[in-house]
């Protein structure tokens, strides 16, 4: 299985466009992929502009159709012109 957690911030005034581009993302994903078991937006309730993405796919080879998703090419770079900084990406290892 292959299990990451972005952390993210958001730029000011960004969060709507990001909230928009996360959620269609997360819906064609779990439309069209079969090997993807999770893909999660989760906005903090306390600190404003942080987001947290988790996701988990089958295997390897699921994880790499998602990647080389004709649609995660169209809606990732308007995602990440929203982000401020850098992402913290980090993999896990699934223990369940």
């Known amino acids: 299985m ?3 957690i972005a952390t993210l911030q958001v730029a000011a ?3 709507e466009d990001f909230e928009r581009l ?11 992929e079969p090997g993807l078991l999770v893909y999660d937006v989760i906005r ?4 404003k ?4 993405v988790y996701a988990r796919f089958r295997d390897k080879e699921a994880f790499e ?3 080389d998703a ?3 090419h169209r809606l990732v ?9 850098e992402m913290d990406l980090q993999f896990f290892d699934w223990i369940g």
């Open 49 to 52: 502009g942080t987001y947290v």
């Open 2 to 4: 292959v299990v990451f």
């Open 22 to 32: 996360q959620t269609e993302l997360s819906e064609i994903s779990h439309a069209r």
């Open 70 to 72: 004709d649609f995660h």
């Open 77 to 85: 770079p308007p995602i990440l012109e929203c982000v401020e900084g």
């Open 65 to 67: 159709f998602h990647q």
């Open 13 to 15: 005034g960004k969060e």
């Open 44 to 47: 903090h309730a306390e600190k």
